[in-house]
């Protein structure tokens, strides 16, 4: 149990998307309300994808290793900070409306996430969207939403 409970904690660590995230915000950020959620929302799929078994494991475990659940929960929390970070900081441009930006940052992690789970539980019998246009459309939408 211990051996399989470090097992997946390495695992989460390991296929982590928040060195990519980080660069993201630090560096490739260019206020382009648009351009920059499409980079996330690429990358966060590109991650999720290529980590379904593993979310899949640690979603089995999360109630008999409480501790997997922390763990897989370190990333979207961190992704949510650099969200409220950036909303904040178009707010104080004038780019995005004079709303909560923890509740935009979730807004948007929820989107993604739930076309993810949709896809992985499902496959196309919910969306028959293929995740290009998913990613393209609701951003628009989403971006819509909340810009000035």
């Known amino acids: 149990m211990v051996q399989k409970k470090r097992l997946l904690e390495t695992a989460v660590e390991r296929y982590s998307y928040l060195p990519d995230m980080r660069n993201i915000f630090l560096t490739n950020i260019t206020y382009d309300l648009e351009k920059d959620l499409q980079l996330v929302s690429e990358t966060y799929h590109k ?10 494991l640690a ?28 909303f904040t900081e178009m707010q104080k441009r004038n780019k995005v409306r004079e709303e909560n930006p923890e509740i935009m940052a979730m807004n948007f992690l929820w989107v993604n996430l739930g076309y993810f ?11 028959q969207i293929d995740k290009e246009s998913f990613i393209k459309q609701s951003v628009k939408v989403f971006v819509r939403g909340i810009q000035v």
């Open 47 to 56: 991650y999720l994808d290529r980590n379904q078994k593993i979310l899949l």
């Open 59 to 86: 979603f089995q475990e999360r109630n008999t290793n409480p501790s997997i659940a922390e763990k897989t929960a370190t990333n979207p929390k961190i992704l949510k900070d650099y969200l409220i970070g950036y």
């Open 117 to 127: 789970m949709s896809q992985f539980v499902a496959g196309e019998k919910v969306a």
